[in-house]
């Protein structure tokens, strides 16, 4: 019976327990009611902000752009402007936002300064490179369109944007390469299209017993006759070196930048029409194999 009795009063407490926290949820809903429909249309208000911020932020983004273009800027100096802008706008909005949730801005810019150090060195990598945006932007060792090759890890592409952190190149087979302008202002790299004008230069070997003379006037016509050549700029034929089995002959013409590869593959397969039907031979490597006959040796 005492088992019973203490079991029917630990139930009634329980019960009692269980409808005291019911009644108290109910009143604690009831109190936080006005509290809870603030913060729901507080957070109604910040989706609208944001979704009408993001349109503002992205207006000005597109007229700045167009005003940059206008005033004649490259367009890597445009992108990375534009990119400065993107974060700041942004960072603004956020800190618009947190403010309408009641949370003080300015206390959050003190602990930002206060912590700047630790800050700065976990940044040093993004602050590095925003850097080396900056220097590639004044030096301009490429702007967009050039085509470069960054000699470190040998990444090679066509500059197609110039962003805060980061330049994109895209590659002849339309990959993309995103490379961290730091590294590029720090590394050497080699810029293909930096100037207006190259020079084509390819070699080819003929036999040792071939007129050069006539080789060398054969190449010259050939020169003559190409679209891509600058005929004000000074061409050359002559003799690169003598190999192993063959004589080298070298062939040199200014081009545009932008016909290198087709005046290049046009000269080659030029010279190879023009040598053949001259009829002068093109060396190519082969093997001689002598084979001795050992058969008196073995009969005797």
């Known amino acids: 019976m005492c088992l019973l009795s203490s079991l029917n009063i630990d139930t009634d407490k329980l019960k009692q327990t269980q409808k005291f926290s019911f009644d108290d949820i109910k009143e604690w809903f009831s109190d936080k009611t006005p509290a809870i429909t603030a913060f729901i249309v507080k957070v109604i208000i910040a989706i609208i902000v944001i979704l009408i911020a993001i349109r503002i932020i992205k207006f000005i983004r597109k007229v700045v752009t167009k005003s940059l273009t206008k005033a004649g800027l490259e367009q890597g100096v445009i992108q990375f402007l534009d990119s400065v802008i993107k974060i700041v706008l942004y960072i603004v909005l956020l800190l618009a936002v947190l403010n309408q949730f009641g949370v003080q ?8 300064g206060s912590a700047g150090l630790a800050i700065g060195l976990a940044l ?3 602050l590095a490179n925003f850097a ?3 220097l590639i932007l004044i030096l301009k060792p490429f702007v967009v369109g050039d085509y470069i090759l960054e000699d470190t890890q040998k990444n090679e592409g066509f500059v197609s944007e110039i962003s805060i952190f980061y330049t994109r190149l895209r590659t002849v087979d ?3 390469i995103v490379i961290p302008n730091g590294t590029l202002a720090n590394a050497s790299l080699t810029n293909y299209t930096g100037q207006k004008k ?3 230069d390819v070699t080819v070997g003929i036999a040792y017993n071939s007129d050069v003379k006539k080789a060398k006037a054969v190449l010259e016509n050939t020169l003559n006759k190409q679209p891509y050549v600058l005929v004000d700029e000074e ?3 002559f003799v690169s070196e ?3 089995s063959a004589i080298i002959m070298g062939v040199r013409m200014w081009v545009l930048t932008e016909n290198y590869w087709p005046a290049r593959w046009a000269l080659i397969e030029s010279i190879r029409d023009e040598l053949v039907e001259n009829n002068i031979e093109i060396a190519y490597d082969h093997l001689d194999i002598t084979v001795k006959n050992e058969e008196n040796t ?3």
Do not use: E, F, P, Y
């Open 105 to 112: 801005t300015t206390s959050i810019v003190a602990v930002l």
């Open 198 to 200: 190259r020079i084509v």
């Open 124 to 126: 040093q990598g993004s």
């Open 235 to 237: 061409h050359k034929v």
């Open 132 to 134: 080396g945006g900056v």
């Open 242 to 244: 003598l190999g192993a």
């Open 174 to 176: 339309n990959k993309i």
């Open 298 to 300: 073995l009969d005797g």
